[in-house]
C-alpha cells in the first residue's frame, strides 16, 4: 500500500522498536498519519528479562515477539527492516545502510542504549554486555562452556578460572545476573557433573560505589546484599575494575583468574546524537526540551535511553515505564499539534517504583515509601512482569517456564548454540 | 568421581547423544560398566521436528535437552564435551580435538549422518540443509529475510526472486518445510505486510524420483501431492537440480532465480568408516555385522544412520525408531558378553510405520496395511511426537505451541538472529 495514493498523510518515521517506540505507535492513532517503524532487529525485546535469557531460565522466542505480527491489524504502520547510517535534516530523511533513504515528516528517535566501557571498548571481547537476543545466547554459552571445559579440564589452576565468573555492575542487570549463575552452580548443575564440583564455583559480583542496587533504600540494598551472599556470591563493593583479558579481571593490583566476565556496569546511548548533530550528556544521550523535541527542530521528538530528559527538576531514569511515558506523551505532543490545538504541559514522570530480583526466592520492591522483599516480593515481582509480557502465548510459555524453574528446579534452555565464540 | 579408584569397571565410550546413543546408555545397566558420552555438542536434539524449528513454529529449547541432565541420575554415565577426530584402534583410545585421549574397552559410535551433495560440495552456502539446531535457525533466519528484503527491494524480478523459495528433495523433510513455508507465506504473514503481497511467493518442491514421499504407497503418495498443491506449492517430480548458486536453481536447462535454497535430497553418514579405516557403503555408512560389531573387532558397534544394516536381507532404514531398536540391541549383545552368556540372536528391525505431514492440518500414516490420511492421521502424528518428547515440561511447552498455532495461526518464534549469513 503506498500512502501517497490518498493524498500525502503526514509521514512518521519511527526508529527503534523498543518499549518508547511501540507505546508511542500504539498512542498514535490519527486519520492523517501514516507511520513507517524502522528496526535492525525484526523482533521487539522484554529487555527486563533478558538476563533470564543469559542464565537458561527461558527461551528466546518467550521474550521476543517479530515486530511485524504487532502491528498487523494497524493498517496505518509499516515496518521496515533495515539499518540507519544517518540523518539528513535538511532534506528530512534517514540514510540507510542498504536501500533507498527513508523520508519523514516527524521524526521519533528511540533507539535505545548500549554498553558502555567508559574508554576500555577493547575489553568488550573479554567482558561481554547483555541488551541484545544475541548478546544473552552468546553470555548463554560462555557461562556453559565453561562447566564444559572444567570438567575435561586436569590443570587445577585452569580448572579453576574455569569456575570463576565475574559480573562488573551491581545494578539490577548485575545482581540478577549472580543470583541467577549462584543458583545455577550451587542448585541446578551439581548432580550433572562427575569430575568437578560445581558448587565450588566462585561468583563475584563487583560494584564501584559503595553498595548493590544504589537505586533502592539502604535497608533493601542490604537486604539484597545478605540475600545474594546466602545464595553463594561474593559481593565486592568500592571495588574498581582496572582491567579485563581473557586471562580474566583485575581490581585495583589484585588479578583474579576467570573465564567468564559479564559487563553490567554502565551505559550509553545510541549514536542518535552523532546522526543529528545535536547536544548531548556525558552517556550520549540527546538533550531534548520538556516535550521531548530537539530545541532548534520540533519535527524530531528523541524518547527513552536515547535521550536526557528532566522532569520537575530530576533526570529521568532510563526504565521501561519511562520510555513507555515518554513515547505516550510524545504521541500526544503530536496528535495536538495536527489537529491545530495548543501543547500539552511538559512531560511529567510518574516513578512507578523499582523491583529487583535475587535469585528464585527473594526480590525487593519499592513503591513510594511501600518496601517489599523476601518471597511476597518475588511473586509481585512475577506477576508484574507476566502481565507486562506482550500476548496471551507468552504469558503462558513464561509462566510455565518459572513455574517448571521454580517447582523441579530445572532450566529449560540450557542449550549451547553457534560455538563461534 | 573416578572409576579407577573402585577396581577398574568395563570402560564403553558411546560417541555421539543422538537416538542411538541414549537408547544404548539408558538400556546398558551393568554393574560392571562405566560409561563415558562423548558429543561435540552439549544436547539431543529431537530431529524429526527440527523443520519445525526452521520454520518458526518451534522454539529451539522445545526440542533439545542438555543430554548431561538426561543421566543426571546415572552415577554409572560421565558426559563429556568435546570433538572427536579419530580413532586409535591398537591403543583402544578416540583422539580429541582438544585435550586428552579417551581409552576405551568396548567403543560405540553413533554420530549420525549429515547432508550430502552428491559430488557437488560447493553447493552448501547457497543450499543449507537441516541437521543441526544452527542449521534450523539458519533456515530460519534465510526465510524469515526473504521476506523483510522483499518488502523492501524495489526491483521487481529481485523482489520476485526473494519470494521465491526451492526445496530440493520430496522426502518427509523437504515435504514437510514446503507445507509449511507455504502455510507461512499464505497463511500467517500476508496481514503484515504492505508493499508485497506473501501470498504471492512460490515455492517449489523438486523432487528427482517419479513422486514425493516415496517410502509411502502410491495412493498415499497421490494424496500428499494434491495436499501440497492445495497449500499452495508447486510440486516438481522427475526434476534434477544442476547447480545451485547464489542467484537461483537450474533445473536441467531452466534457471530458477531465487534467494532461499533449502536442501532435503541426501544424507551422507559421519566420517566413522575413516576414522575407523572400515568397509563402507556408498553412503559412506560403516558395514557391520549382524550383531553390529566391526567385522574385525568386536569391541566396536556402529548404530543408527552411521551403520549400513541389514535386517531379513533389507537394508534398515535411516529413522528414529531403527536406531533406538538398534541401540537397546547392541546393550543387550554387550551386557551378555559381559556376563559370559551366548549372544542373542541377529538384530532383527520392526518397522513402526511410516508418518509424515503437510501444513497445519494433513498427515499420511502407513503402517503395514493401515492408511491414515487428513486430520486424523494429523491428529495422530501430533500425539504420537508429543509421546515421544523428553519430559514433562517439553511435552507441555511443545503441545502449547501447538495448540496457538493450531488454533490461532500464528507461529511463535519468528525470530532473525544471528545475522552473519
Redesign the interface.
Known amino acids: ?2 500512502h501517497d495514493d490518498k493524498g500525502a498523510p503526514h509521514k512518521v518515521v519511527v526508529i527503534g522498536a523498543g518499549f518508547a517506540g511501540l507505546q508511542f505507535i500504539h498512542a498514535l492513532k490519527h486519520p492523517n498519519v501514516a507511520i513507517t517503524l524502522v528496526d535492525r ?3 521487539h525485546l522484554f529487555q527486563p528479562l533478558l538476563y533470564q535469557v543469559a542464565t537458561t531460565v527461558l ?4 521474550i ?1 515477539w ?1 515486530v ?2 504487532l ?3 494497524r ?1 496505518d504502520v ?5 539499518e540507519v547510517v544517518g540523518i539528513d535534516r535538511a532534506g528530512r530523511r534517514l540514510l540507510m545502510k ?3 533513504p527513508i523520508g519523514y515528516d516527524t521524526l521519533v528517535i528511540a533507539t535505545g542504549s548500549r554498553h558502555a566501557y567508559f574508554g576500555n571498548d577493547h575489553w568488550e571481547p573479554f567482558a561481554p554486555g547483555l541488551k541484545r ?2 548478546d544473552a ?1 552468546a553470555i548463554r554459552r560462555r557461562i ?2 565453561s562447566f ?2 572444567a ?4 590443570d587445577p589452576a585452569l580448572r579453576e578460572a574455569l569456575l570463576t565468573f565475574v559480573i562488573v555492575g551491581a545494578g539490577p542487570t548485575g545482581v540478577e545476573l549472580a543470583g541467577m549463575i549462584a543458583e545455577l552452580a550451587h542448585h541446578t548443575l551439581p ?5 568437578i564440583d560445581t558448587r565450588k564455583a566462585r561468583i563475584l559480583l563487583i560494584e564501584g560505589g559503595p553498595r548493590v542496587l544504589a537505586a533502592f533504600s539502604p535497608s533493601l540494598s542490604d537486604y539484597a546484599k545478605a540475600a545474594l551472599v546466602r545464595l553463594g556470591v561474593e559481593v565486592l563493593t568500592d571495588s574498581r575494575v582496572t582491567e579485563c583479558s581473557a586471562e580474566g579481571v583485575r581490581i585495583s593490583d589484585t588479578a583474579i583468574a576467570c573465564h567468564t566476565i559479564i559487563w553490567a556496569a554502565g551505559v550509553e546511548a545510541s549514536p542518535a546524537a552523532k546522526w543529528l548533530d545535536a547536544d548531548a550528556d556525558r552517556a550520549g544521550r540527546v538533550i531534548v526540551r520538556t516535550d521531548l523535541t530537539l530545541a532548534d527542530d520540533e519535527r524530531i521528538f528523541v524518547l527513552g535511553d536515547t535521550a536526557s530528559v528532566t522532569s520537575q527538576g530530576k533526570p529521568v531514569p532510563g526504565l521501561a515505564p519511562a520510555a513507555k511515558q515518554q513515547g505516550a506523551y510524545a504521541a500526544k505532543v503530536l496528535r495536538r499539534r495536527l489537529d491545530g490545538r495548543p501543547p500539552p504541559p511538559p512531560f511529567h514522570y510518574r516513578h512507578q517504583g523499582n523491583l529487583a530480583t535475587i535469585g528464585r526466592h527473594a526480590a525487593i520492591i519499592e513503591h513510594g515509601k511501600l518496601r517489599l522483599r523476601g518471597w511476597p516480593a518475588w511473586w509481585l515481582w512475577g506477576i508484574a512482569h507476566i502481565y507486562f509480557l506482550i500476548g496471551t ?2 504469558r ?2 513464561v509462566a ?2 518459572w513455574l ?1 524453574s521454580y517447582l ?1 528446579g ?1 532450566h ?7 560455538r563461534k565464540t
Chains 1, 2 share one sequence.
Open positions: 500500500m503506498n532487529r525484526n523482533h527461551a528466546t522466542s518467550e521476543a517479530p511485524r505480527h502491528f498487523r491489524d493498517k509499516e515496518t521496515l527492516f533495515g542498504e536501500g533507498e537476543l544475541e545466547t556453559l562452556l564444559e571445559k570438567e575435561r579440564e586436569t548432580e550433572e557433573f562427575r569430575r502465548r507468552s503462558f510459555a510455565w517456564s517448571w523441579v530445572v529449560s534452555a540450557r542449550l549451547i548454540t553457534h
